[in-house]
């Protein structure tokens, strides 16, 4: 396949002039990043790649590839290209420097943003030493925004013919869907994976982050216990590695992005004989879910440089 780079200038004043500094190459490829001289002595944020999607909101859910180097050097202290894998990352949950923040809030998917950051903005007055950064050290990071997940996301695969006997779900798109029992369900005692919207995306893999909508609720009564639309932010978690309850691990993986499942998970499949005192589950309870498969990020591949680590995982934890 034909290769074609598309180089994009990047301009950043310094102070006591101007100087230029490029993140050339197209989107979604590992940048070519070089330092301003002489460096600018404010956060600056700049955009050589403009995107037309959904704009980040200040509790969004982000993937994206990012590049960051210490000024000082030029040294290279995070790259996401090296290992394929994006970051994941909350927006407002301290996972990033507090410059990142600013620089990012309001781009949009599909940009590539670039932002100077200096010290007070960077790694303050402790510096990094890990990193081997100090407290004096200004810091240039280029991102690559791939996906922006709003508490409004939801799936958007085609619609599944219900099956009889199990409960029926109503939702308008971006909105929490409606879980409702017949009068006459009884759990199998078996896990159930109902698709009630087929996804054409990725297929999800044991050891992904998952990026999802969920709600949660006891059968047969129906009374809700978790929701990440009530806190309206999507969900992130690895998936197929222990680290969620067995009936997610086990149901999950294999599916495809753009799902919408409902799933009607048994006591051993879900929290087990102590159950979960704080939700209000108990032992013996069947949990009944609609779990909107929204994106994944594969699980990094082996790499010897040494990065930090900039995602977050939250909810539905054992």
């Not at 002595?41 to 909101?57: A, M, Q």
């Not at 000024?71 to 927006?91: A, I, K, L, W, Y």
């Not at 978790?226 to 690895?238: G, H, I, L, N, T």
């Not at 594969?298 to 939250?314: H, I, L, M, N, Q």
């Amino acid at each position: 396949m034909k290769a074609a780079l598309a180089s994009a200038a990047l301009v950043i004043a310094g102070c006591g002039g101007g100087s230029n500094s490029t993140a050339g190459g197209k989107f979604g490829q590992q940048p070519q990043i070089s330092i301003p001289s002489p460096a600018p002595t404010k956060l600056t944020v700049t955009t050589p790649i403009s995107g037309k999607g959904t704009k980040i909101g200040a509790t969004d859910l982000v993937t994206a590839h990012v590049v960051a180097k210490v000024v000082r050097g030029g040294r290279t202290f995070f790259n996401s290209f090296e290992n394929g894998t994006p970051v994941t990352f909350q927006m407002g949950a301290q996972q990033l420097l507090s410059g990142w923040e600013t620089g990012l809030e309001g781009k949009s998917e599909g940009s590539r943003v670039v932002i100077f950051t200096p010290p007070a903005d960077a790694f303050g007055d402790q510096g990094n030493p890990a990193l081997k950064i100090l407290k004096t050290d200004s810091v240039i990071a280029s991102f690559d925004i791939l996906k922006v997940y709003t508490g409004t996301t939801s799936a958007d695969g085609t619609p599944v013919a219900p099956v009889a006997g199990l409960p029926t779900v109503s939702a308008d798109a971006g909105k929490k869907p409606k879980i409702t029992f017949p009068a006459d369900f009884k759990a199998s005692g078996k896990l159930v994976v109902q698709p009630l919207l087929q996804g054409k995306g990725e297929v999800i893999e044991s050891g992904d982050t998952l990026i999802a909508q969920y709600v949660g609720v006891i059968a047969p009564g129906g009374k809700q216990f978790d929701a990440s639309w009530d806190r309206k932010q999507v969900a992130s978690f690895p998936i197929g590695t222990g680290q969620v309850i067995p009936g997610w691990d086990k149901g999950i993986v294999g599916q495809k992005v753009g799902s919408r499942l409902l799933m009607v998970i048994p006591p051993a499949q879900g929290y087990g004989t102590s159950g979960n005192a704080q939700a209000g589950i108990k032992g013996t309870d069947t949990l009944v879910f609609v779990v909107d498969l929204l994106g994944r990020v594969p699980a990094p591949k082996p790499t010897t440089t040494a990065t930090t680590d900039t995602s977050g995982t939250s909810t539905t934890s054992k």
